[in-house]
């Protein structure tokens, strides 16, 4: 099923986008309304769909200025829920919380939950679908969340909102665990890294998709979006093997995909927008901080410098 058609969508590329710059993170500085709007201005033209993270200070903003300079999205906002439930199989031992702090996430969630609520119906014609989380039920993750409380969620949204909801999540989960949740919600997300499976750059586009047709097989009646699929820059070896990647490899993966889903009309939310050095280790070549398809001062790398006009040089008669 075509998820533009089923969402009364125009066809039109779609990327993630966190703003984050050098010294900005969640929970400290966020991006003000002028960088914000230098982001979007960048963007503009060449993505018409945003996804964001979060009912945070941030994403509060880039709504902000897409409604006040009436710029040309359409936004795919998120409710980021915490851990609920303590996940042991966390590889790097982030998924173990105190009962306290699990209760605490609980009345955090359901005020994201009311939030992302009370946001779709205060931009009903910028918002176009509302997702209740971000991989917080596959095995790996640091902020496990019940499939159960997630379709509550889904379904309480569903009530108080007109706009379509997902749920974001890898791939796997929705082949083997998540068929309660896929009955509730509207379409499924899911995400696909090659890269992150050790796959070499010439078995990505075909790994991406043996995944997306994978699910789409399973769920016949209901529209599949991708929501992150991506190729890092730099890798420090945890996790991803640095001979597969490079920015060379970025450009040829992010070709190979446009040319796929615009060929298949598959909705697809490129991973992502601009490098954030905030996240994951505290290593330069950490992967978690170079997905962007633009480095963190704003220039772009190979896969998208043919989108921003070359400046004039002054230097440069004119006959």
């Known amino acids: 099923m075509d998820a533009y058609e089923q969402l009364g969508l125009p066809k039109g590329r779609a990327i993630c986008y966190s703003g984050f710059r050098q010294g ?3 929970g400290g500085q966020y991006p003000s309304y002028e960088e914000v709007r230098e982001d979007l201005l960048l963007l503009q033209g060449h993505w018409k769909y945003l996804r964001l993270f979060d009912c945070d200070a941030h994403a509060e903003t880039v709504l902000k200025v897409i409604a006040e300079e009436g710029l040309d999205f359409q936004v795919m906002q998120s409710a980021y829920i915490e851990a609920e439930m303590n996940n042991f199989n966390c590889p790097w031992g982030g998924g173990v919380y105190s009962e306290e702090k699990l209760e605490a996430n609980k009345e955090g969630n359901q005020a994201k939950i009311e939030r992302l609520i009370a946001w779709a119906n205060r931009y ?3 918002i176009f679908s509302l997702s209740v989380g971000n991989e917080a039920c596959v095995d790996w993750t640091d902020h496990y969340v019940p499939q159960h409380r997630v379709a509550g969620y889904a379904e309480q949204v569903k009530a108080g909102a007109k706009q379509p909801v997902t749920f974001c999540e890898n791939y796997v989960p929705w082949l083997i665990k998540l068929d309660k949740l896929a009955a509730v919600v509207d379409f499924i997300s899911i995400h696909t890294y090659p890269v992150w499976e050790y796959k070499h750059i010439n078995e990505a586009l075909d790994y ?10 399973k769920f016949p009646d209901k529209p599949v979006v991708i929501t992150e699929a991506g190729w890092a820059t730099k890798a420090n070896g945890r996790g991803i093997n640095p001979e597969n990647v490079s920015e060379a490899y970025q450009k040829i993966y992010f ?15 490129f991973f992502e927008a601009f490098d954030e050095d905030w996240k994951g280790s505290a290593e330069p070549l950490e992967p978690e901080k170079h997905w962007g398809l633009f480095y963190i001062d704003r220039t772009p790398k190979p896969a998208v410098q043919h ?3 070359p400046q004039p040089n002054p230097a440069r008669s004119v006959r």
Request: avoid cysteine.
């Open 24 to 26: 900005q993170h969640p």
């Open 124 to 126: 009903p014609d910028l």
């Open 208 to 217: 991406t998709k043996e995944n997306y047709y994978a699910v789409a097989g």
């Open 255 to 269: 070709e190979q995909l446009m040319a796929w889903v615009e060929q298949e009309n598959i909705f697809t939310f």
């Open 307 to 309: 989108l921003i006009s």
